[in-house]
């Protein structure tokens, strides 16, 4: 018998304690403590002179580079801020393409060569650090003679503390760069494209409103996981290792009677959610929205958008937060796409937008029709820009985790299509249909707008099947996968758009010098743009096989494995765009890709391995006792005389875990056999590649014969944690 499964199983019936009184909530409204371990504008205020706020803030608010003097003077505030608050760390905080955070602790107190002893920390160290960032990867980006890489301070994302038990760490957003300047991470390009999407938007907002002097992107994400008990996923290897079940008999109940879904929350996950949040507020994480998901143990937690750079360190940071209170609480969270076959997967929906100094939002349709017409402009041109680059928006949420979540139906497939509902769906069909921009056409599609009712309000006209979906006010991109960092879809949608709104721009330059009325001449191109992009538009089911068709008679890519998605990042195509928007140079696009990939296989060499350690240490040998026990019992049986036919059933038995445990020996042979091949292979994607044509099926195979084994196995020989109780024990 195997003691960790029934250990974990007792430990469970055992806990008490972890109910609502367990959470400590500060007395008071959120409004009290909300953002009271962060650095911001108020905070700075407290601690710097007038005259020095006001220079201090007006630079970071231009993006200008603050003079040494300005940047000592916010050490000093920092420091003294953070010291009040009992922090005695310091660490650069970042985001390397592993896709968490990393951080390096340091201590302010310094021995001088005097003998004295302070606190210490200048602009020297505020602005920059060198972590030994040589373990992170890289893409070949840094030679080994040139190791090294820098963090540098954004001053755009506010310092914050981080509190673990009772240590207190001022920790300070930076970007991870090389020697010679180039992006290890995600927020460099994020920053980039977001500053590339701003000139190129500028001059379009302009057109209808000479006051709008700044754009910035709107991201409100999303996030979904799952809840499991810490004794449970320590007794399973794969959820320890990979963040995934790799094998697991379905569990006969699961997700059919939609009973967890938006049901009551268990008290003991309530307590959870009460702390994280808790924890969210006092770092400014603007969380609002809880709720059950869909499949058993699965919960999702959303916060108030907020201006994109913001938003991405707010979605890395909660990610971490929710690791560290789970473990208070003795759960673990599961970020994984996938953690468990045959219920719902995780995803992070991004709702992506724009917003302008004069307080307006790009995607609101709003009331006025004049307004419309710009709302239309920046709706199309988002519309046009996903069409024409479907192929990088697919590959910035590509990832072997993703892969089993997209199109599995129960999240939307790997085509990339745009759902806008059935009033914008017409707006647009008449515009391309007939109505001719000249002056009276002009008037009547200003008309039309004007009917369009108040989408924002409208919460009817969902569709859950489509990746990228308009809901009322802003798009949503619901193929980023739950582990991912948001700064990778971001990156891309900010970087089209911008490409997007530029090209439209000159278009529209071309005829209004040729003497073309402005309005007449936004609808001209608008027309065309709505008929070019006709294919990438569905409002239909994006689960169904009758979509798969459709949308490949319609020229659209399909890619549901990540070796392939990948490649759009290194196209003609994609290198032209990011290099011209500045956003990555060609270098970091191939590094970029080459981790991607990296990042690929080696998740699919430690799933291989764990599993094949699984079956062979738990599995077979779960059986192989089973088994005896069944031929015990038929010698038994024929000793004491009894016809052969007295023991069918035992024989039977023993002869189909037999055979299940030679498939799986066999399948486990070669699949190591496979990866010893595979892994000689020197191109990064073509290993992807092989990884996951070769090694998945072989991985697939033995999972089958393995669950088989488990329907057969007396459940008291059964090693492994079983679904039903990693879904329903709590
Ligand atoms: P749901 O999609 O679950 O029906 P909502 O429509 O209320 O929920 O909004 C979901 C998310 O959309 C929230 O996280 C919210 O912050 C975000 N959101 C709302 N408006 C914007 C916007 N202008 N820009 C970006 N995100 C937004
Ligand atoms: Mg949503």
């Keep these: 018998m195997s003691l960790s499964r029934f250990q974990a199983l007792d430990t469970i019936l055992n806990r008490s304690g972890f109910d609502l009184e367990y959470v400590d909530v500060p007395e008071g409204k959120i409004s009290d403590f909300f953002g009271c371990n962060v650095f911001n504008d108020v905070t700075m205020q407290g601690y710097m002179s007038p005259s020095d706020y006001d220079r201090v803030k007006s630079a970071i608010d231009s993006g200008a580079k603050l003079s040494r003097e300005d940047a000592d003077t916010v050490a000093d505030a920092m420091k003294r801020w953070a010291m009040d608050r009992g922090a005695t760390h310091y660490t650069h905080w970042f985001q390397p393409l592993t896709g968490r955070t990393a951080e390096k602790h340091d201590s302010f107190f310094t021995l001088k060569p005097s003998g004295e002893v302070t606190e210490e920390f200048d602009a020297g160290t505020l602005v920059q650090q060198e972590p030994d960032g040589s373990s992170f990867p890289g893409g070949g980006l840094r030679s080994t003679f040139e190791a090294r890489g820098y963090t540098a301070w954004d001053p755009s994302s506010p310092a914050f503390i981080l509190e673990v038990g009772d240590g207190k760490t001022l920790c300070i957003p930076t970007i991870f760069v090389t020697y010679g300047g180039h992006s290890l991470d995600y927020k460099l390009p994020l920053l980039k494209s977001q500053a590339f999407l701003e000139q190129a938007a500028i001059p379009v907002c302009q057109l209808f409103d000479e006051a709008v002097a700044k754009v910035w992107v ?68 603007p969380v609002r929205t809880r709720h059950n998901e869909v499949g058993p143990g699965q919960y999702e937690l959303a916060p108030m958008f907020e201006e994109v750079n913001l938003a991405v360190d707010h979605n890395q940071l909660l990610m971490d937060l929710m690791d560290r209170v789970a ?36 995607l609101s349709p709003g009331k006025k029709p004049g307004q419309n017409l710009q709302f239309l402009t920046f709706f199309v041109n988002t519309i046009r820009a996903v069409y024409e680059y479907a192929d990088i928006l697919r590959a910035s949420v590509a990832s072997a985790s993703n892969d089993h979540r997209l199109g599995a139906n129960e999240a939307p497939p790997a085509i990339i299509s745009v759902f806008i509902g059935e009033t914008l ?185 764990t599993l094949g350690e699984m079956v062979i240490n738990h599995i077979l040998p779960a059986a192989v006792s ?20 007295d023991a069918k059933a035992q024989l039977d038995l023993i002869k189909l875990i037999s055979e299940n445990i030679n498939y799986i020996k066999d399948n486990v042979n070669q699949m190591t056999a496979v990866r010893r091949d595979v892994n000689e292979i020197e191109d990064a994607n073509e290993m992807a590649k092989a990884y996951c044509k070769q090694v998945k099926p072989l991985m697939e195979a033995v999972r089958t014969y393995a669950d088989r084994l488990e329907y057969l196995v007396d459940d008291r020989e059964w090693p492994l944690i079983k679904y039903r109780e990693l879904m329903f024990v709590r």
Aim: with cysteine; hydrophobic share 35%; aromatic share 8%.
């Design 218 to 285: 709107t991201l409100g994400w999303e996030q979904e996981y799952f809840l499991v008990d810490e004794a449970l996923f320590n007794a399973r290897p794969d959820l320890l290792l990979t963040g995934r079940t790799l094998l697991g008999k379905h569990s006969p109940k699961g997700q059919q009677l939609d009973d967890h879904y938006f049901g009551s929350i268990p008290e003991r996950v309530y307590a959870y959610m009460r702390d994280l949040e808790t924890e969210c507020h006092k770092l400014g994480i």
């Design 327 to 362: 473990h208070r609480h003795k759960l673990r969270v599961l970020l994984h796409e996938k953690p468990f076959a045959g219920v719902n997967g995780s995803g992070k929906h991004n709702n992506w937008s724009m917003s302008t100094n004069t307080g307006r939002n790009l």
């Design 425 to 609: 769906s017409k707006v647009l069909d008449s515009i391309e249909a007939g109505i001719t921009p000249d002056e009276d056409g002009v008037k009547q599609v200003l008309d039309l707008l004007s009917k369009v009712p108040n989408l924002e309000l409208d919460n009817t006209d969902r569709n859950r099947t489509s990746p990228f979906a308009f809901t009322g006010n802003k798009f949503e991109i619901r193929m980023v996968g739950s582990t991912m960092n948001c700064a990778a879809p971001m990156t891309v949608m900010n970087t089209i758009v911008g490409r997007q709104l530029e090209q439209f721009h000159a278009e529209l330059r071309g005829l209004m010098d040729n003497g073309k009325d402005r309005d007449a001449a936004i609808l001209t191109i608008l027309k065309r743009y709505i008929s070019e992009s006709k294919p990438v538009r569905f409002e239909g089911d994006g689960y169904s096989e009758e979509w798969r068709q459709e949308a490949a008679r319609r020229g659209l890519a399909n890619t549901p494995d990540t070796p392939d998605a990948l490649n759009a990042y290194i196209s003609d195509a994609a290198k032209e765009l990011f290099t011209n928007s500045g956003v990555f140079t060609e270098r970091e696009l191939e590094a970029h890709y080459e981790v991607m990939n990296e990042n690929y296989i080696l998740k699919l060499q430690i799933e291989a391995r």
């Design 626 to 645: 089973y088994q005896t026990q069944l031929a015990d019992n038929a010698l038994k049986l024929k000793q004491l005389g009894l016809p052969e036919s």
